[in-house]
Nanobody
């Protein structure tokens, strides 16, 4: 198992930037896929970005070119750099890890983008 703890959320004005961090309780070196999802009020959870252990990435169309996912295996941490934030990016952002078919989730961090 792995526990995930997100941090870095907060209130930012439109056009601003934030960097989210996801700290894992153990080494992420062997974890197949790590990623970020988000859930806005009244909406289902949706994929934001994922990165495999081979560094392949996948982004939602709505964030492509604005958000960047990265992982530092030495620090057991995954990051999400969010630039040019929009009010539509307001949501709780969740860290996710997938290994051997098991899904692990953090408790989330709230990002609020004001217009």
């Amino acid at each position: 198992q792995v526990q995930l703890v997100e941090s870095g959320g907060g209130l930012v004005q439109a056009g601003g930037s934030l960097r989210l961090s996801c700290a894992a309780s153990r080494s992420i070196f062997s974890i197949n896929t790590m990623g970020w999802y988000r859930q806005a009020p009244g909406k289902p959870r949706e994929l934001v970005a994922t990165m495999t252990s081979g560094r392949s990435t996948n982004y939602a169309g709505s964030v492509k070119g604005r958000f960047t996912i990265s992982r530092d295996d030495a620090k057991n941490t995954v990051y999400l750099q969010m630039n040019s934030l929009k009010p539509g990016d307001t949501a709780v952002y969740y860290c996710n890890a997938i290994q051997y078919g098991n899904n692990y989730w953090g408790k989330g961090t709230l990002v609020t983008v004001s217009s």
